[in-house]
């Protein structure tokens, strides 16, 4: 979390901030038979109510994902629509807002930008419309689809759109700092003089897969360190036939991800209800993204298996020029050799050696105990509050601020006395 005081308040005066400008046109898609009934909508921003609006879409949100500068799997089709069809369980407040350029009698819109988003009417315990870029559960990225080139342009129109639609504040969450959005976004914010606050900052581990794994190793990890590994790798070798592979034959993927189900269930996600297999839903999430993707070669699975059965798994998804690590699961009873590790030092040659990919994304929580040791790069990720035309949106934005803080020390204390109790059982 950010030291808050660092992020000081552009405005409170809402005479200071700029007006938006006409109002936008706007129609909204509530399913993918409306669309074929009455032809494309000519609008600046689109509104698609479910997975099946999406639909007719499909084409320009591919074309839109392979020219932005940020790339986010989940915002591209595959994990939309699975997303829509299986974890907003027919939440109307969840939308995906397309982002269209302005209407040129010479040439035809452009879609220019897209961001799935939530409307919340309570919020920090107060009776609020804001706004929320969309994250499910199983989101690790919420930075928005914008095209390359006009990326002020679309989040500018998102923005009126929000001002116009009668939001009090919008909510950035989980975007990556280090591409074009974050610029973006703060450039908006200073030149209409929006209040606005960070909420949250923190680095994850990411790789550059510039490199061979051995070189990689050798050039980040201690030589102790790596010895070690390699032990525990020799141990495990002891016990029967180890080997790595990744998934290649589309006929193969059922039984991959029924195994990576299984083996994440059989860990302390499925002890604590929070595998992918535990809820139906989830597990139809996860398949039809799994699916989508390796129809459109954009899905990447590893694993390590013992004696021809798999001991850990990594599913990845692949967007732009860089890879998504979205899932790991080990077999713990043969956690004393390090599998999920392992499994992470044997991905850097599979990614090094694929032309799709030049970087890839942990998706892990700040500070992880085994990847951070294991994959050197680290992207900085972000969280912002920014203000609307709102008289009393400032002074929520103040609040937001304050009660982040607050929020933030009760994690902090709670995590401290979790893991002192934690350290006090096992010590009895």
């Not at 006409?22 to 109510?49: C, F, Q, T, W």
């Not at 200073?190 to 510039?210: C, F, K, Q, W």
Request: glycine letters at 4%.
């Amino acid at each position: 979390m950010s030291a808050l005081k660092h992020n000081p308040f552009v405005s409170f005066g809402a005479s200071q901030r700029r007006p938006m400008g006409d109002p936008l046109k706007v129609e909204a898609i509530s399913h993918g038979a409306r669309y074929m009934l009455d032809n494309a909508p000519d609008a600046d921003i689109v509104l698609l109510e479910s997975a099946s609006a999406l639909g007719p879409y499909s084409d320009a949100i591919n074309e839109l994902a392979s020219v932005a500068e940020d790339s986010n799997p989940l915002f591209e089709t595959p994990a939309l629509m699975a997303a829509m069809t299986h974890l907003s369980a027919g939440d109307k407040s969840v939308r995906v807002a397309l982002v269209w350029s302005e209407k040129n009698v010479s040439q035809p819109r452009q879609l220019i930008g897209l961001i799935p988003y939530q409307v919340k009417r309570f919020y920090l315990g107060l009776p609020l419309s804001v706004w929320s870029v969309w994250t499910h559960k199983y989101n690790f990225l919420a930075t928005p689809l914008l095209r390359r080139g006009q990326e002020h342009s679309a989040l500018r129109r998102f923005l009126h759109y929000a001002d116009q639609s009668g939001a009090r504040m919008m909510r950035f969450p989980l975007f990556q700092a280090d591409g074009a959005f974050g610029p973006v976004l703060t450039d908006i914010v200073e030149e209409r003089a929006l209040p606005s606050v960070e909420t949250a900052r923190h680095e994850r581990a990411v790789l550059d897969a510039g490199m061979d794994c051995e070189t990689y190793l050798s050039t980040h990890m201690r030589k102790k360190k790596r010895k070690e590994y390699n032990r525990l790798w020799n141990r495990m070798a002891e016990t029967g036939d180890v080997a790595f592979d990744t998934l290649s034959n589309a006929a193969d993927l059922d039984l991959w991800m029924k195994n990576f189900l299984l083996l994440e269930r059989s860990g302390w996600k499925g002890k604590r209800g929070t595998a992918l297999a535990e809820q139906q839903n989830d597990a139809a999430f996860f398949e039809e993204l799994c699916c989508s993707s390796m129809s459109q070669g954009k899905l990447h699975v590893a694993r390590i298996t013992l004696n021809a059965q798999p001991i850990a798994m990594l599913v990845s998804f692949i967007s732009g020029n860089c890879a998504y690590a979205f899932k790991i699961a080990f077999d713990e009873n043969y956690a004393r050799f390090s599998p999920g590790a392992w499994l992470m030092m044997k991905v850097i040659d599979s990614f090094h050696n694929d032309a799709r990919v030049s970087r890839v994304d942990s998706c892990a929580v700040p500070d992880h105990p085994m990847i951070d040791h294991i994959w050197a790069e680290r992207r900085q990720m972000r969280a912002m509050n920014v203000a609307t035309s709102h008289a009393m949106s400032p002074w929520f934005i103040a609040y937001s601020a304050h009660m982040t803080r607050l929020v933030d020390r009760a994690w902090s204390f709670m995590r401290q006395n979790y893991y002192r109790l934690r350290k006090e059982i096992e010590r009895d």
